[in-house]
Nanobody, 117 residues
């Protein structure tokens, strides 16, 4: 059974930082590209950052230079370091795993990030 367990969300003041974690079980993590998506109320889900199995990263323009995605293949984990958070970053953040060789895809349950003073 595949499980993606996210943690690290919460309430933070503007300009603050949070680190999201996603620990995955039940897959061969090395074969998966990882990404973080977010969805704010009334808006479509959007990709925030992506890291492929080789470590190449991609970011949405809105978070580039503020967010950093990383992965630890020994721990089967992906991370999203978020710095200089803004109120518009408020959303539910979802971990996403996609197999690089097949259509297999998995979503986490989401973790809420709220940026407010």
């Amino acid at each position: 059974q595949v499980q993606l367990v996210e943690s690290g969300g919460g309430l933070v003041q503007p300009a603050g930082s949070l680190r999201l974690s996603c620990v995955i079980s039940g897959i061969n993590f090395d074969f998966y590209n990882m990404a973080w998506y977010r969805q704010a109320p009334g808006k479509q889900r959007e990709m925030v950052a992506r890291i492929n199995s080789g470590g190449t990263t991609t970011y949405a323009d809105s978070v580039r230079a503020r967010f950093t995605i990383s992965r630890d293949n020994l721990k089967n984990a992906a991370y999203l370091q978020m710095n200089n958070l803004k109120p518009e970053d408020t959303a539910a953040y979802y971990c996403f795993a996609e197999n690089r060789w097949s259509p297999l895809q998995y979503w986490g349950q989401g973790t809420q990030v709220t940026v407010s003073s």
